[in-house]
């Protein structure tokens, strides 16, 4: 009889927010990659048109960037940087107001977006009010995440690579903690069990935009059985965690050693559509 082991909910991980990946140049919140090289960050540099004196541009450059941090944008007040991502900031005066304007340029020199922020007044914009240029970068900081995120999915329609036009790959790594013949028949039986019309395995960690790996705890349990937990964890192409897929079974200590045999084969099935999810949802929030 074979025995199937109980899928805990997978944890989805907190991945970045609505932008970043793209400037990672790897599969992020809203997928894959840019069809041109981005930099790792987006420059925010401080703003030499934008009414503001020397002393006050580079803090509402610092202001901005961090303000984009918060909504997972990683970005960095400086120079800008050949090759890179830039926001730049410039500024007109509307009567008694100061209506920032931001443009986006990419790494090719074109500009791909453009966006007017909120109207502040004049005067504590120009004297450089360190209250109103913080107020005015949070402000407009929802508005700039919003435009980056259409930005990379515009860009990403047009890009054949990108995960919104084609499966993703998953390799599958080494399972580690196994007893008996575990470590080789779980990865054996997921192998088979991963494939399908959303899903690639791929053989080379190099091709990889998913990585799963497996380790397996088995402790004392109850009435002469064991604990069985199973721990599947994501990484995306850098390596960082996006999500695990848990299982969590009391069983005979002879259902897994010498060999896992139907229990392995239950295991990968369920794991693998833990796993599948897993991989949806990040895709989705790329």
């Not at 041109?36 to 030499?48: F, R, T």
């Not at 541009?57 to 400086?78: C, E, M, R």
């Not at 604990?227 to 996006?242: C, F, G, P, T």
């Amino acid at each position: 009889m074979i025995k199937r082991l109980a899928l805990l909910l997978p944890l989805a991980l907190a991945a970045c927010g609505t932008l970043p990946e793209p400037f990672y140049g790897n599969p992020g919140p809203m997928g894959a990659r840019l069809s041109i090289p981005p930099a790792p960050v987006l420059m925010v540099p401080p703003p030499a048109a934008a009414l503001l004196d020397a002393k006050s541009a580079p803090v509402y450059a610092k202001d901005l960037a961090a303000a984009l941090v918060n909504y997972d944008i990683p970005s960095i007040a400086g120079a800008p940087m050949k090759g890179g991502w830039l926001l730049t900031t410039s500024a007109s005066r509307n009567g008694e107001n100061i209506i920032p304007a931001y443009a986006i340029t990419g790494p090719d020199g074109k500009t791909y977006g453009r966006q007017n922020g909120a109207p502040i007044a004049a005067a504590a914009w120009t004297q450089g009010d360190p209250a109103a240029l913080n107020a005015a970068a949070a402000a407009d900081a929802p508005a700039l995440a919003k435009m980056l995120t259409a930005i990379n999915a515009r860009i990403q329609g047009s890009n054949p690579q990108s995960l919104e036009n084609r499966p993703p790959r998953i390799y599958i790594g080494p399972v580690t903690g196994a007893p008996g013949d575990g470590n080789h028949s779980l990865p054996l039986n997921l192998a088979r069990d991963l494939p399908g019309p959303d899903d690639v395995v791929v053989t080379n960690p190099a091709l990889a935009d998913f990585t799963v790996t497996g380790n397996i705890v088995v402790t004392p349990g109850q009435n002469g059985q064991v604990m069985v937990e199973l721990d599947w964890s994501v990484q995306d192409a850098n390596h960082r965690k996006i999500g695990q897929v848990t299982q969590l079974h009391p069983l005979a200590l002879t259902d897994i050693t010498p060999y896992w045999g139907d229990v392995a084969a239950a295991a990968a099935t369920e794991a693998a559509t833990g796993i599948q999810q897993v991989v949806a949802n990040a895709i989705l929030k790329k």
